[in-house]
């Protein structure tokens, strides 16, 4: 069973996810999933992570931006959470096939 663990940082940026409607149907956009195409960086300054600083050495950016497409990916399964359950909140969560639910574990 997939477990999908749900973090502050995911509850912070899931509002922040860019949705458009054409005609007629909604759909998420993969290429600017915060409005922007270099999301990453979005992603830093969303979550008020220092990025930009000329102090910042180059491996720490490349870190942060490596945990920036982690805490997106995982955004998008908190997403799925959300849409799911109509109800989402921090904590480790399973699906139950009987009630197509996500149930926090």
């Known amino acids: 069973m997939t477990k999908i663990t749900v973090t502050k940082d995911h509850l912070i940026l899931i509002p922040y996810l860019c949705f458009s409607i054409d005609e007629g149907h909604p759909y998420f956009d ?52 959300l849409l799911t359950n109509l109800y989402i909140e921090e904590g480790c969560y399973t699906y139950d096939p009987k009630t197509e639910k996500y149930i926090k574990i």
């Open 30 to 81: 993969y290429k600017r999933p915060y409005g922007n195409s270099n999301f990453p960086e979005q992603i830093c300054e969303i979550l008020e992570w220092d990025f930009d600083s000329e102090e910042c050495e180059d491996e720490y950016k490349d870190e942060t931006l490596n945990k920036a497409y982690k805490i997106h990916e995982g955004a998008l399964e908190a997403l799925h959470v």
